[in-house]
């Protein structure tokens, strides 16, 4: 099978590589994200595998399938970028990588909380310039507090756990509940609830039309003062600009951010040498109680291995059987 692989780094190329030894698979690596513009790239290959801020919509699919390719093996687990119906209607199959590492992502967003709470990033330039000064790094126990995760699925379980250790109150916010967390204590209660009690919020659902820009104007005004909000789902699961306004007003007291509604632009490159254009994510950089990261709660070398052999594993099942486990479908109805 030949597969074209977009949006890739070195760091794709070695783990797919070392996971190809098993199968064989033609691969090439194009640095280009999959868009309407480089969609050519892939002519004639069978497969693309692609990233997250690929775009596989309306534009781009038919000209895939114009070009022979009939599989999309995405090696993420949010499929958000990919227009499903249409992939359907042009006989296209999709497969993604379900849970790779929740821990992965638990973990970063973790760090992101310890980090924020007691503004370690902070301390680190500090102490780099001999400022040994206490002052302004005043955090809190997380112990007893009240952490609010929106989303319990493989990754919000796995923080559920590590928050319980913590010795944290849980309020969970999810249209399945789960029986594991609810074993660790914790509750599950409307959101509107959710927002109002919780000291931190961890945003830990999948981007859907249900849950796109969830956390708004009007829910910001519902959180506690001074909350803590913390997102490694999806950046347009919160309104970037309500946010900047909740900091701005100190209804928001931190943000932790993995991931940003625009960050097709920006994440996974260095561009230390030009100027952001985008106004929003300056403004975010600039405030002092907001860490971002450029979208690596995933990146762990666990993670990519296991994304690596998943992803063609599933081309295999898709190759031999015709379907797949991963497989994603549009909804029905
Ligand atoms: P999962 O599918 O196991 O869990 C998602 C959970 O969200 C499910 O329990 C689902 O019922 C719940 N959910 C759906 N709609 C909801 C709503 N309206 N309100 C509250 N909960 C809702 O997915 P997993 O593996 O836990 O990943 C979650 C998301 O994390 C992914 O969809 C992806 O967008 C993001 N992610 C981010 C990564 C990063 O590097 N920052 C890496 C991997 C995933």
Known sequence: ????????????????????????????FFEPRLTAETVELAHGFDAVCVFVNDRLDASVLPRLAEGGTRRIALRCAGFNNVDLAAAERLSMQVVRVPAYSPYAVAEHTTGLILALNRKIHRAYARVREGNFALSGLLGFDLH??????????????????IMAGFGCRLLGHDPYPNAECQGLGMSYVPLSTLLAESDVISLNCPLTPATHHLIDAEAIAQMKRGVMLINTSRGAVIDTKAVVDGLKSGQIGSLGLDVYEEEGDYF??????????????????????VLITGHQAFF???????????????????????????QVRPPQG
């Open 268 to 289: 996974f490159e260095n561009l230390s040498e030009q100027v952001i254009a985008d106004d929003v994510l300056a403004r975010l950089i600039s405030f002092p109680n």
């Open 144 to 161: 007893g507090r009240t952490v609010g995760i929106v989303g319990t699925g493989q990754i919000g379980t796995v923080f559920t756990r």
């Open 1 to 28: 099978m030949k597969i074209a692989v977009f949006s890739s780094k070195p760091y794709d190329r070695d783990f797919l590589q070392a996971a190809n030894e098993a199968y064989q698979y033609e691969l090439s």
């Open 300 to 326: 762990t070398a666990d993670a990519l291995r296991s994304i690596a052999e998943t992803t063609l594993g599933n081309l295999r099942d898709l190759e031999q059987s015709g379907h797949s486990k991963n």
